[in-house]
């Protein structure tokens, strides 16, 4: 396969390089692109150095079977016919095209299938936390139907890039010198802090990261029944998302058959064993591929629920990874 | 009022030195006790110098009108009958007595008049968490009586004593120098991770501290039609815990009516402006006094609840502050 990553300097960009390599991608060619800042740059992948060409109107991108595109929803909308033009399929790392009733939105867990349904070329990724959330409801939904699902994030400083988590590895150093800790990325200070906002407010008060958590959960689930509300909050950790998930079923599920189903689904793995003190964390977990799920019980306010704990790291499953296997499914055609 | 303090030498007890000075406690004398370790240490009270005694089985605290106990919950069952054996009102800040039928356990902002009902001389001090939760559920359960919640924490360190504290700001220390953080204090790393175990695991999966949630929060609010659902998480944050809570009621209330509640509630603070980034951060309230909510919202996933985000510092509001609250509730004879 032929392959151009668009946004190759980010943090999701330089992950891309990792996955198709771990995953064992079938590279015929890789082409790399960035903006006027990182064109020129190279970059190793499987012992060869690839250049950076500069993403403009006038990049050809005929031969290119697959290009994943981290670089902005900006940039995505832009340059989606660029990339498009001579049948190459753009697989979305951001939010610009995720609603659009012509674009599926996939998690190969969940809707694989989906991806063979793309009228305009273009497959988006969901967001990070979505993404991770789907992964563990889709066994449950097999049980019984989703009906109100509440979750608590708490989210890396990596959701926001990899400037993002250097700022925060600069935070804890200003802090431990007993200096004024420089602010640029957040809105606020993250180190030793919490920030209850993860992208910009909508007029109903939520997030637009919480909103995505209501709408790409239904997209992605083919459900409209699911009432999804979240709250989002950026934690002073560099790379995996943690949640806390509450989940009511059309009739009340047991822990044992929760348990069972996630320790069958693919791409989860269960981590809960309480009296060796052993649930999923982030600083342990960042880097791995699946999500991690632990802390499954009753839920005591809601005899039709149950909750449980949820860790992944956001730049793996929650973009790089998910966008790779989203290309793995369509090649190995599983329909 | 003479006044002792037992355990003066850890984070609540020195936050207890300050409170009282603070609020106008009106001291005539003060006692201070702590262990071997602490007695014959000082601290300035007013002034002045007030050296630390043993506490011992012989110590007498007759004449000792209020004590406030916070050195752990076998000390406090130790040390109950030395304490209030003439007649010394016990305000105990530990989880030893608060769930016994003849020991109130009181937050005055809901359930100041439980205090003047303690056939034992003993009073309990609730968990941080309940605490702060409490407070914020009092003004909703005025409007309508509270069936649900569900609280995701978000603890800080400081709820594991001062000693806690100092590792998290050492662990900060190492990881900037590129060192192993010592880790004793609690079961893992801290510094850049989110640990979902506070207390030790019960059978029914929950922990002590998440199921101190749900049956303190009966206890006090006097309601057996409260169930409450809580995932407490220790996160890398200095001394204010937060809270993520949904709470369904009997019938819907709006984001408009609970608003003007908070806003009118005792020890409530809100700070909800999202135009304006405006929302209760832990950094920032550290050493404050209320419970600050912000990111009031409805459930988008049940229309009988709403939802919100709470911060309040765990040493004042929930340890040393509401203990002295009790005692002033006492004084000033409000019934």
Redesign the interface.
Known sequence: MNVAIVGASGAVGQELLKVLDDVNFPVSTLRLFGSARSAGKSYTFRGKEVKVELLSHESDFSGVDFAFVSAGAGTSKEYAEVITRHGTVMIDNSSAFRMDSDVPLVVPEVNGDDAFNAPRGIIANPNCTTIQMVVTLEPIQKLSPIR???V?T?QAASGAGAVAMDE??EQ??S???GEEPKVEKF???L???????VDV?ME???TKEEMKM?NETRKIMHSDEI???A?C?R????RAH?E?I?V?TERPLS?EEVREAFEKAPGVVVKDS??D?E??????LSGEDPVYV?????????PN?I?F?SVSDQIRKGAALNAVQIALYMIEGKK
Do not use: C
Request: proline share 8%; hydrophobic share 50%.
């Open positions: 109100r699902v509440h608590a708490y925060l590895m804890f150093k802090i431990s010198a809105y606020y200070q180190a030793a802090n919490l920030i209850p906002q407010f109903n008060g939520y209501f009432a999804v509300s709250t909050v934690v002073p950790v560099l943690s806390a509450w009511e822990v309480p009296a003190k649930y999923p964390m982030p600083l342990f632990g802390r499954l019980r009753k839920d005591l306010a809601n629920a909750t704990w």
